[in-house]
């Protein structure tokens, strides 16, 4: 039972196409740090759905409506999360020097379980070595390999950046 669960291959809800010419087609290199350096720091956007927040709102055993009222805000006709000082993202804790956490991680927005393989990341091998510069999870050359398969599922997710 173990090894057929094992095998249990998880597709995705939408269509994902694969180009072998790419530059990453070999795949790339990375585990996250924890270091928090995307989750705060500077100004930005976590964009989230109503079905977000309704899955945070569940997380955090909360109504819709509050969480809504508490964490999110309008930007024209998008949301995204708050931010709290230093732009920090509203659910970003620092529990001790150096330390991060996210409160919601389990049901983080789409664009915090994407990254880093978002359209300006994988433009070129230097975009990436840009972001590297800011999250030591993409240089890394102990980090686990994802393969092209993995990167464009999260590339192509419909609600990427
Ligand atoms: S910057 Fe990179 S390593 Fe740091 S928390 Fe974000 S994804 Fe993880
Ligand atoms: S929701 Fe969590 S992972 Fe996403 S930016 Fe905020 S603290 Fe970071």
């Avoid at 969480?67 to 993202?89: G, T």
């Avoid at 972001?131 to 993995?150: E, F, I, V």
Wanted: aromatic letters at 10%; glycine letters at 6%.
């Amino acid at each position: 039972m173990a090894e057929l669960e094992s095998k249990k291959v998880v597709l995705p809800l939408y269509p994902v196409e694969i180009d072998e010419r790419v530059w990453y087609a070999n795949g790339l290199r990375f585990e996250c740090t924890g270091c928090g350096n995307c989750c705060g720091g500077f100004p930005g956007f976590v964009w989230v759905t109503p079905e977000n927040v309704r899955q945070i709102a569940a997380y955090l055993e909360m109504t819709p409506e509050a969480c809504a009222l508490n964490y999110v805000r309008k930007i024209k006709d998008k949301y995204s999360l708050r931010e709290k000082l230093q732009h920090d993202c509203v659910f970003l804790e620092r529990p001790g020097p150096g330390q991060t956490r996210c409160r919601i991680y389990p049901v983080r927005p789409v664009q915090c379980r994407t990254w880093p393989y978002w359209d300006a990341n994988l433009a070129s091998p230097r975009a990436w070595t840009e972001a590297a510069q800011s999250c030591p999870g993409m240089c890394d050359g102990k980090a686990p390999l994802h393969d092209l398969k993995h990167i464009e599922t999260q590339r192509q997710h419909p609600e990427n950046p």
